[in-house]
């Protein structure tokens, strides 16, 4: 099936580019809310699903036994724009377990922050693995290992011990297999499992009711989209629209993008999760999506709904600052 | 209707994401030679254009007036990345008509070039007006009209002499009215028109051999294109796809990509030009689009068209440099 056109680019009064694209909308039963295009097809997760990749790092008790707290969590669920604060959180994360960045196998680039990269250059710095985006992750998987005496060399690698608790929290929540057949690297070089984009929305209703989890699970699930509700600058960095939309409504929506246009997110209080894919694998399609989703789940709440609405309709400014254009949901996500 | 999936994003054995989209190729007499997709739909060309933009540029007289070669026609036409040799290029170029960047009203960004950004943050700079990739083209159109003695201000306005020019221009080489109803702002601040896609394919094979345009407009033509063809580091910047696919048959092939995942490209052998558009915007899927067309409508060279068809599926790779996936082009564009 051809998924609809969930996004228009207008410029002047000429659509100039569209998105396609799938959402989905579960309880925790696996109850179907909203549905739009074609759900079943399996979609790799990508970062969209750090939360859960977190759970071993907290379940493990490694959390805890560092002494870690919100900040820390959050940074372990982020995508983060190598801030300086980022930085130094991963840093200290890792200084606590005995390790420093030369541990950290996830690679190296430029703080995905422009303001971030210009501000390093300029130091006369160059960036090292704690600038990378998932270095919190990263962070958090070292901890584990070193919590659990686990030898974390190769930890991204697929068999290695780390990744295999992760994949059973990846199964356990998702409640699909997630086999070599499906399987690709991701963008850090860990292992990333395509499954059925529906799986991740219930999977996240799950995160957020603890609902089929169990009580330890349910826990530590809680406290890691706690966190990051908490601390949504830590999760993502100035700007972005993770933080724009959590600082919406704070503590009530918990959102995490993904690469190649991914969302996934959880309203709590109405023990909803969401799950979306732009098929182009655009951010900026992926942005509106989700901001036009949550807008219609929580639309009984008018003013937050006319803000999400307003989030979900970015202008498109020329070089020099004029509104030239925008970004707008179609009728398909109303 | 729905344009075909022209291009897939792999990562490991799974399909990630897709791009659809449209591709045209024309002869300059309007015979249609490839057609995918919808072709009649008004597109915006954005930056794919800068070579008939620049036409008033040459024939008004400013070009030769200034003493400007290839290197300089080919500057006027490019997107450039804001290297060193393109920011002094242009500043040249101002400097011969007695004008300095404070003129130009694109507006500025930092350098396309991520390496030259960070240059130039480490030197303690910040941009201004010349890094803008459209400074060139800006640099152009002062030129024209320090030249012909009009008053620059406001020179990227609808309505301003220089921009009815560059419509005249548009129009003539399209064949195509362009009329405020289809108008948008470029980004760097100048109108955009679309018209449908098929005739910037039709519009290109004119350029390319000079039917249809008379022949002060063709010899223009000409001497745009083959500065272009000259000169690909000029239009483009270090590593970028308009350089590799020049670069892969000097003096062959034309291409000019645009924002919103436009390309034009024109075969001066052939007698062909090319539009394409890249449904969703996405500049990487358009890559992958006119790589693809070039080897096909160059499959006669099995050399040429060997090296097209390898630019055509560029591979993803991890932070850490693995191959972890790539894109490929479908059998739509086969």
Redesign the interface.
């Known amino acids: 099936m051809?998924n609809p056109v969930v996004v228009e680019?207008t410029?002047?009064?000429?659509v100039?580019?569209?998105?396609?694209g799938a959402v989905a909308v579960y309880d925790a039963d696996g109850g179907s809310v909203v549905e739009i295009g074609d759900t079943d097809r399996?979609?790799?997760p990508r970062s969209a699903v750090k939360a859960i990749q977190a759970l071993p790092f907290v379940e493990s008790g490694a959390a805890d036994a560092y002494g870690f707290g919100e900040k820390e969590l959050a940074l372990a669920c982020a995508s983060h724009s190598g801030q300086p604060e980022h930085v130094e959180l991963a840093r200290a994360m890792l200084a606590k377990a005995g390790l420093d960045e030369t541990a950290l196998?996830?690679?190296?680039?430029?703080p995905s922050s422009?303001d971030a990269?210009?501000?390093l250059?300029?130091s006369?710095g160059s960036p090292n693995a704690l600038h990378?985006n998932c270095s919190g992750k990263h962070s958090g998987f070292l901890c584990t290992c070193r919590h659990l005496g686990i030898d974390h060399r190769g930890y991204v690698k697929a068999g290695h011990q780390e990744q295999e608790m992760v994949r059973e929290a990846m199964e356990a929540v998702t409640g699909q297999k997630h086999d070599a057949?499906?399987?690709?690297?991701?963008?850090?070089?860990i292992p990333?499992y395509?499954v059925p984009l529906k799986s991740f929305a219930q999977g996240f209703a799950r995160m957020a009711t603890g609902q089929g989890l169990g009580p330890k699970r349910a826990a530590a699930a809680k406290r890691l989209l706690n966190a990051c509700m908490a601390e949504p600058f830590l999760v993502s960095g100035t700007g972005r629209a993770d933080v724009t939309l959590m600082q919406a409504a704070p503590g009530r929506i918990f959102v995490k993008t993904g690469a190649?246009?991914v969302y996934c997110a959880a309203v709590p209080e109405l023990g909803l999760g969401v799950a979306i894919k732009c098929?182009?694998?655009?951010g900026r399609?992926a942005e509106v999506m989700v901001a036009a989703v949550l807008a219609k789940l929580l639309k009984s709440d008018t003013a937050l709904a006319a803000r999400l609405i307003e989030i979900a309709g970015p202008a498109i400014e020329?070089?020099?600052?004029?509104k030239?254009?925008a970004l707008r949901p179609t009728v398909a996500l109303a």
């Open positions: 051809t680019v410029r002047g009064a000429v100039e580019s569209a998105h396609r399996p979609v790799f196998e996830c690679g190296t680039h430029w422009h990269t210009v501000a250059a300029r006369g990378n057949d499906h399987r690709g690297t991701d963008g850090c070089s990333t395509a190649e246009g098929d182009d694998g655009a399609g020329s070089r020099a600052g004029a030239v254009g």
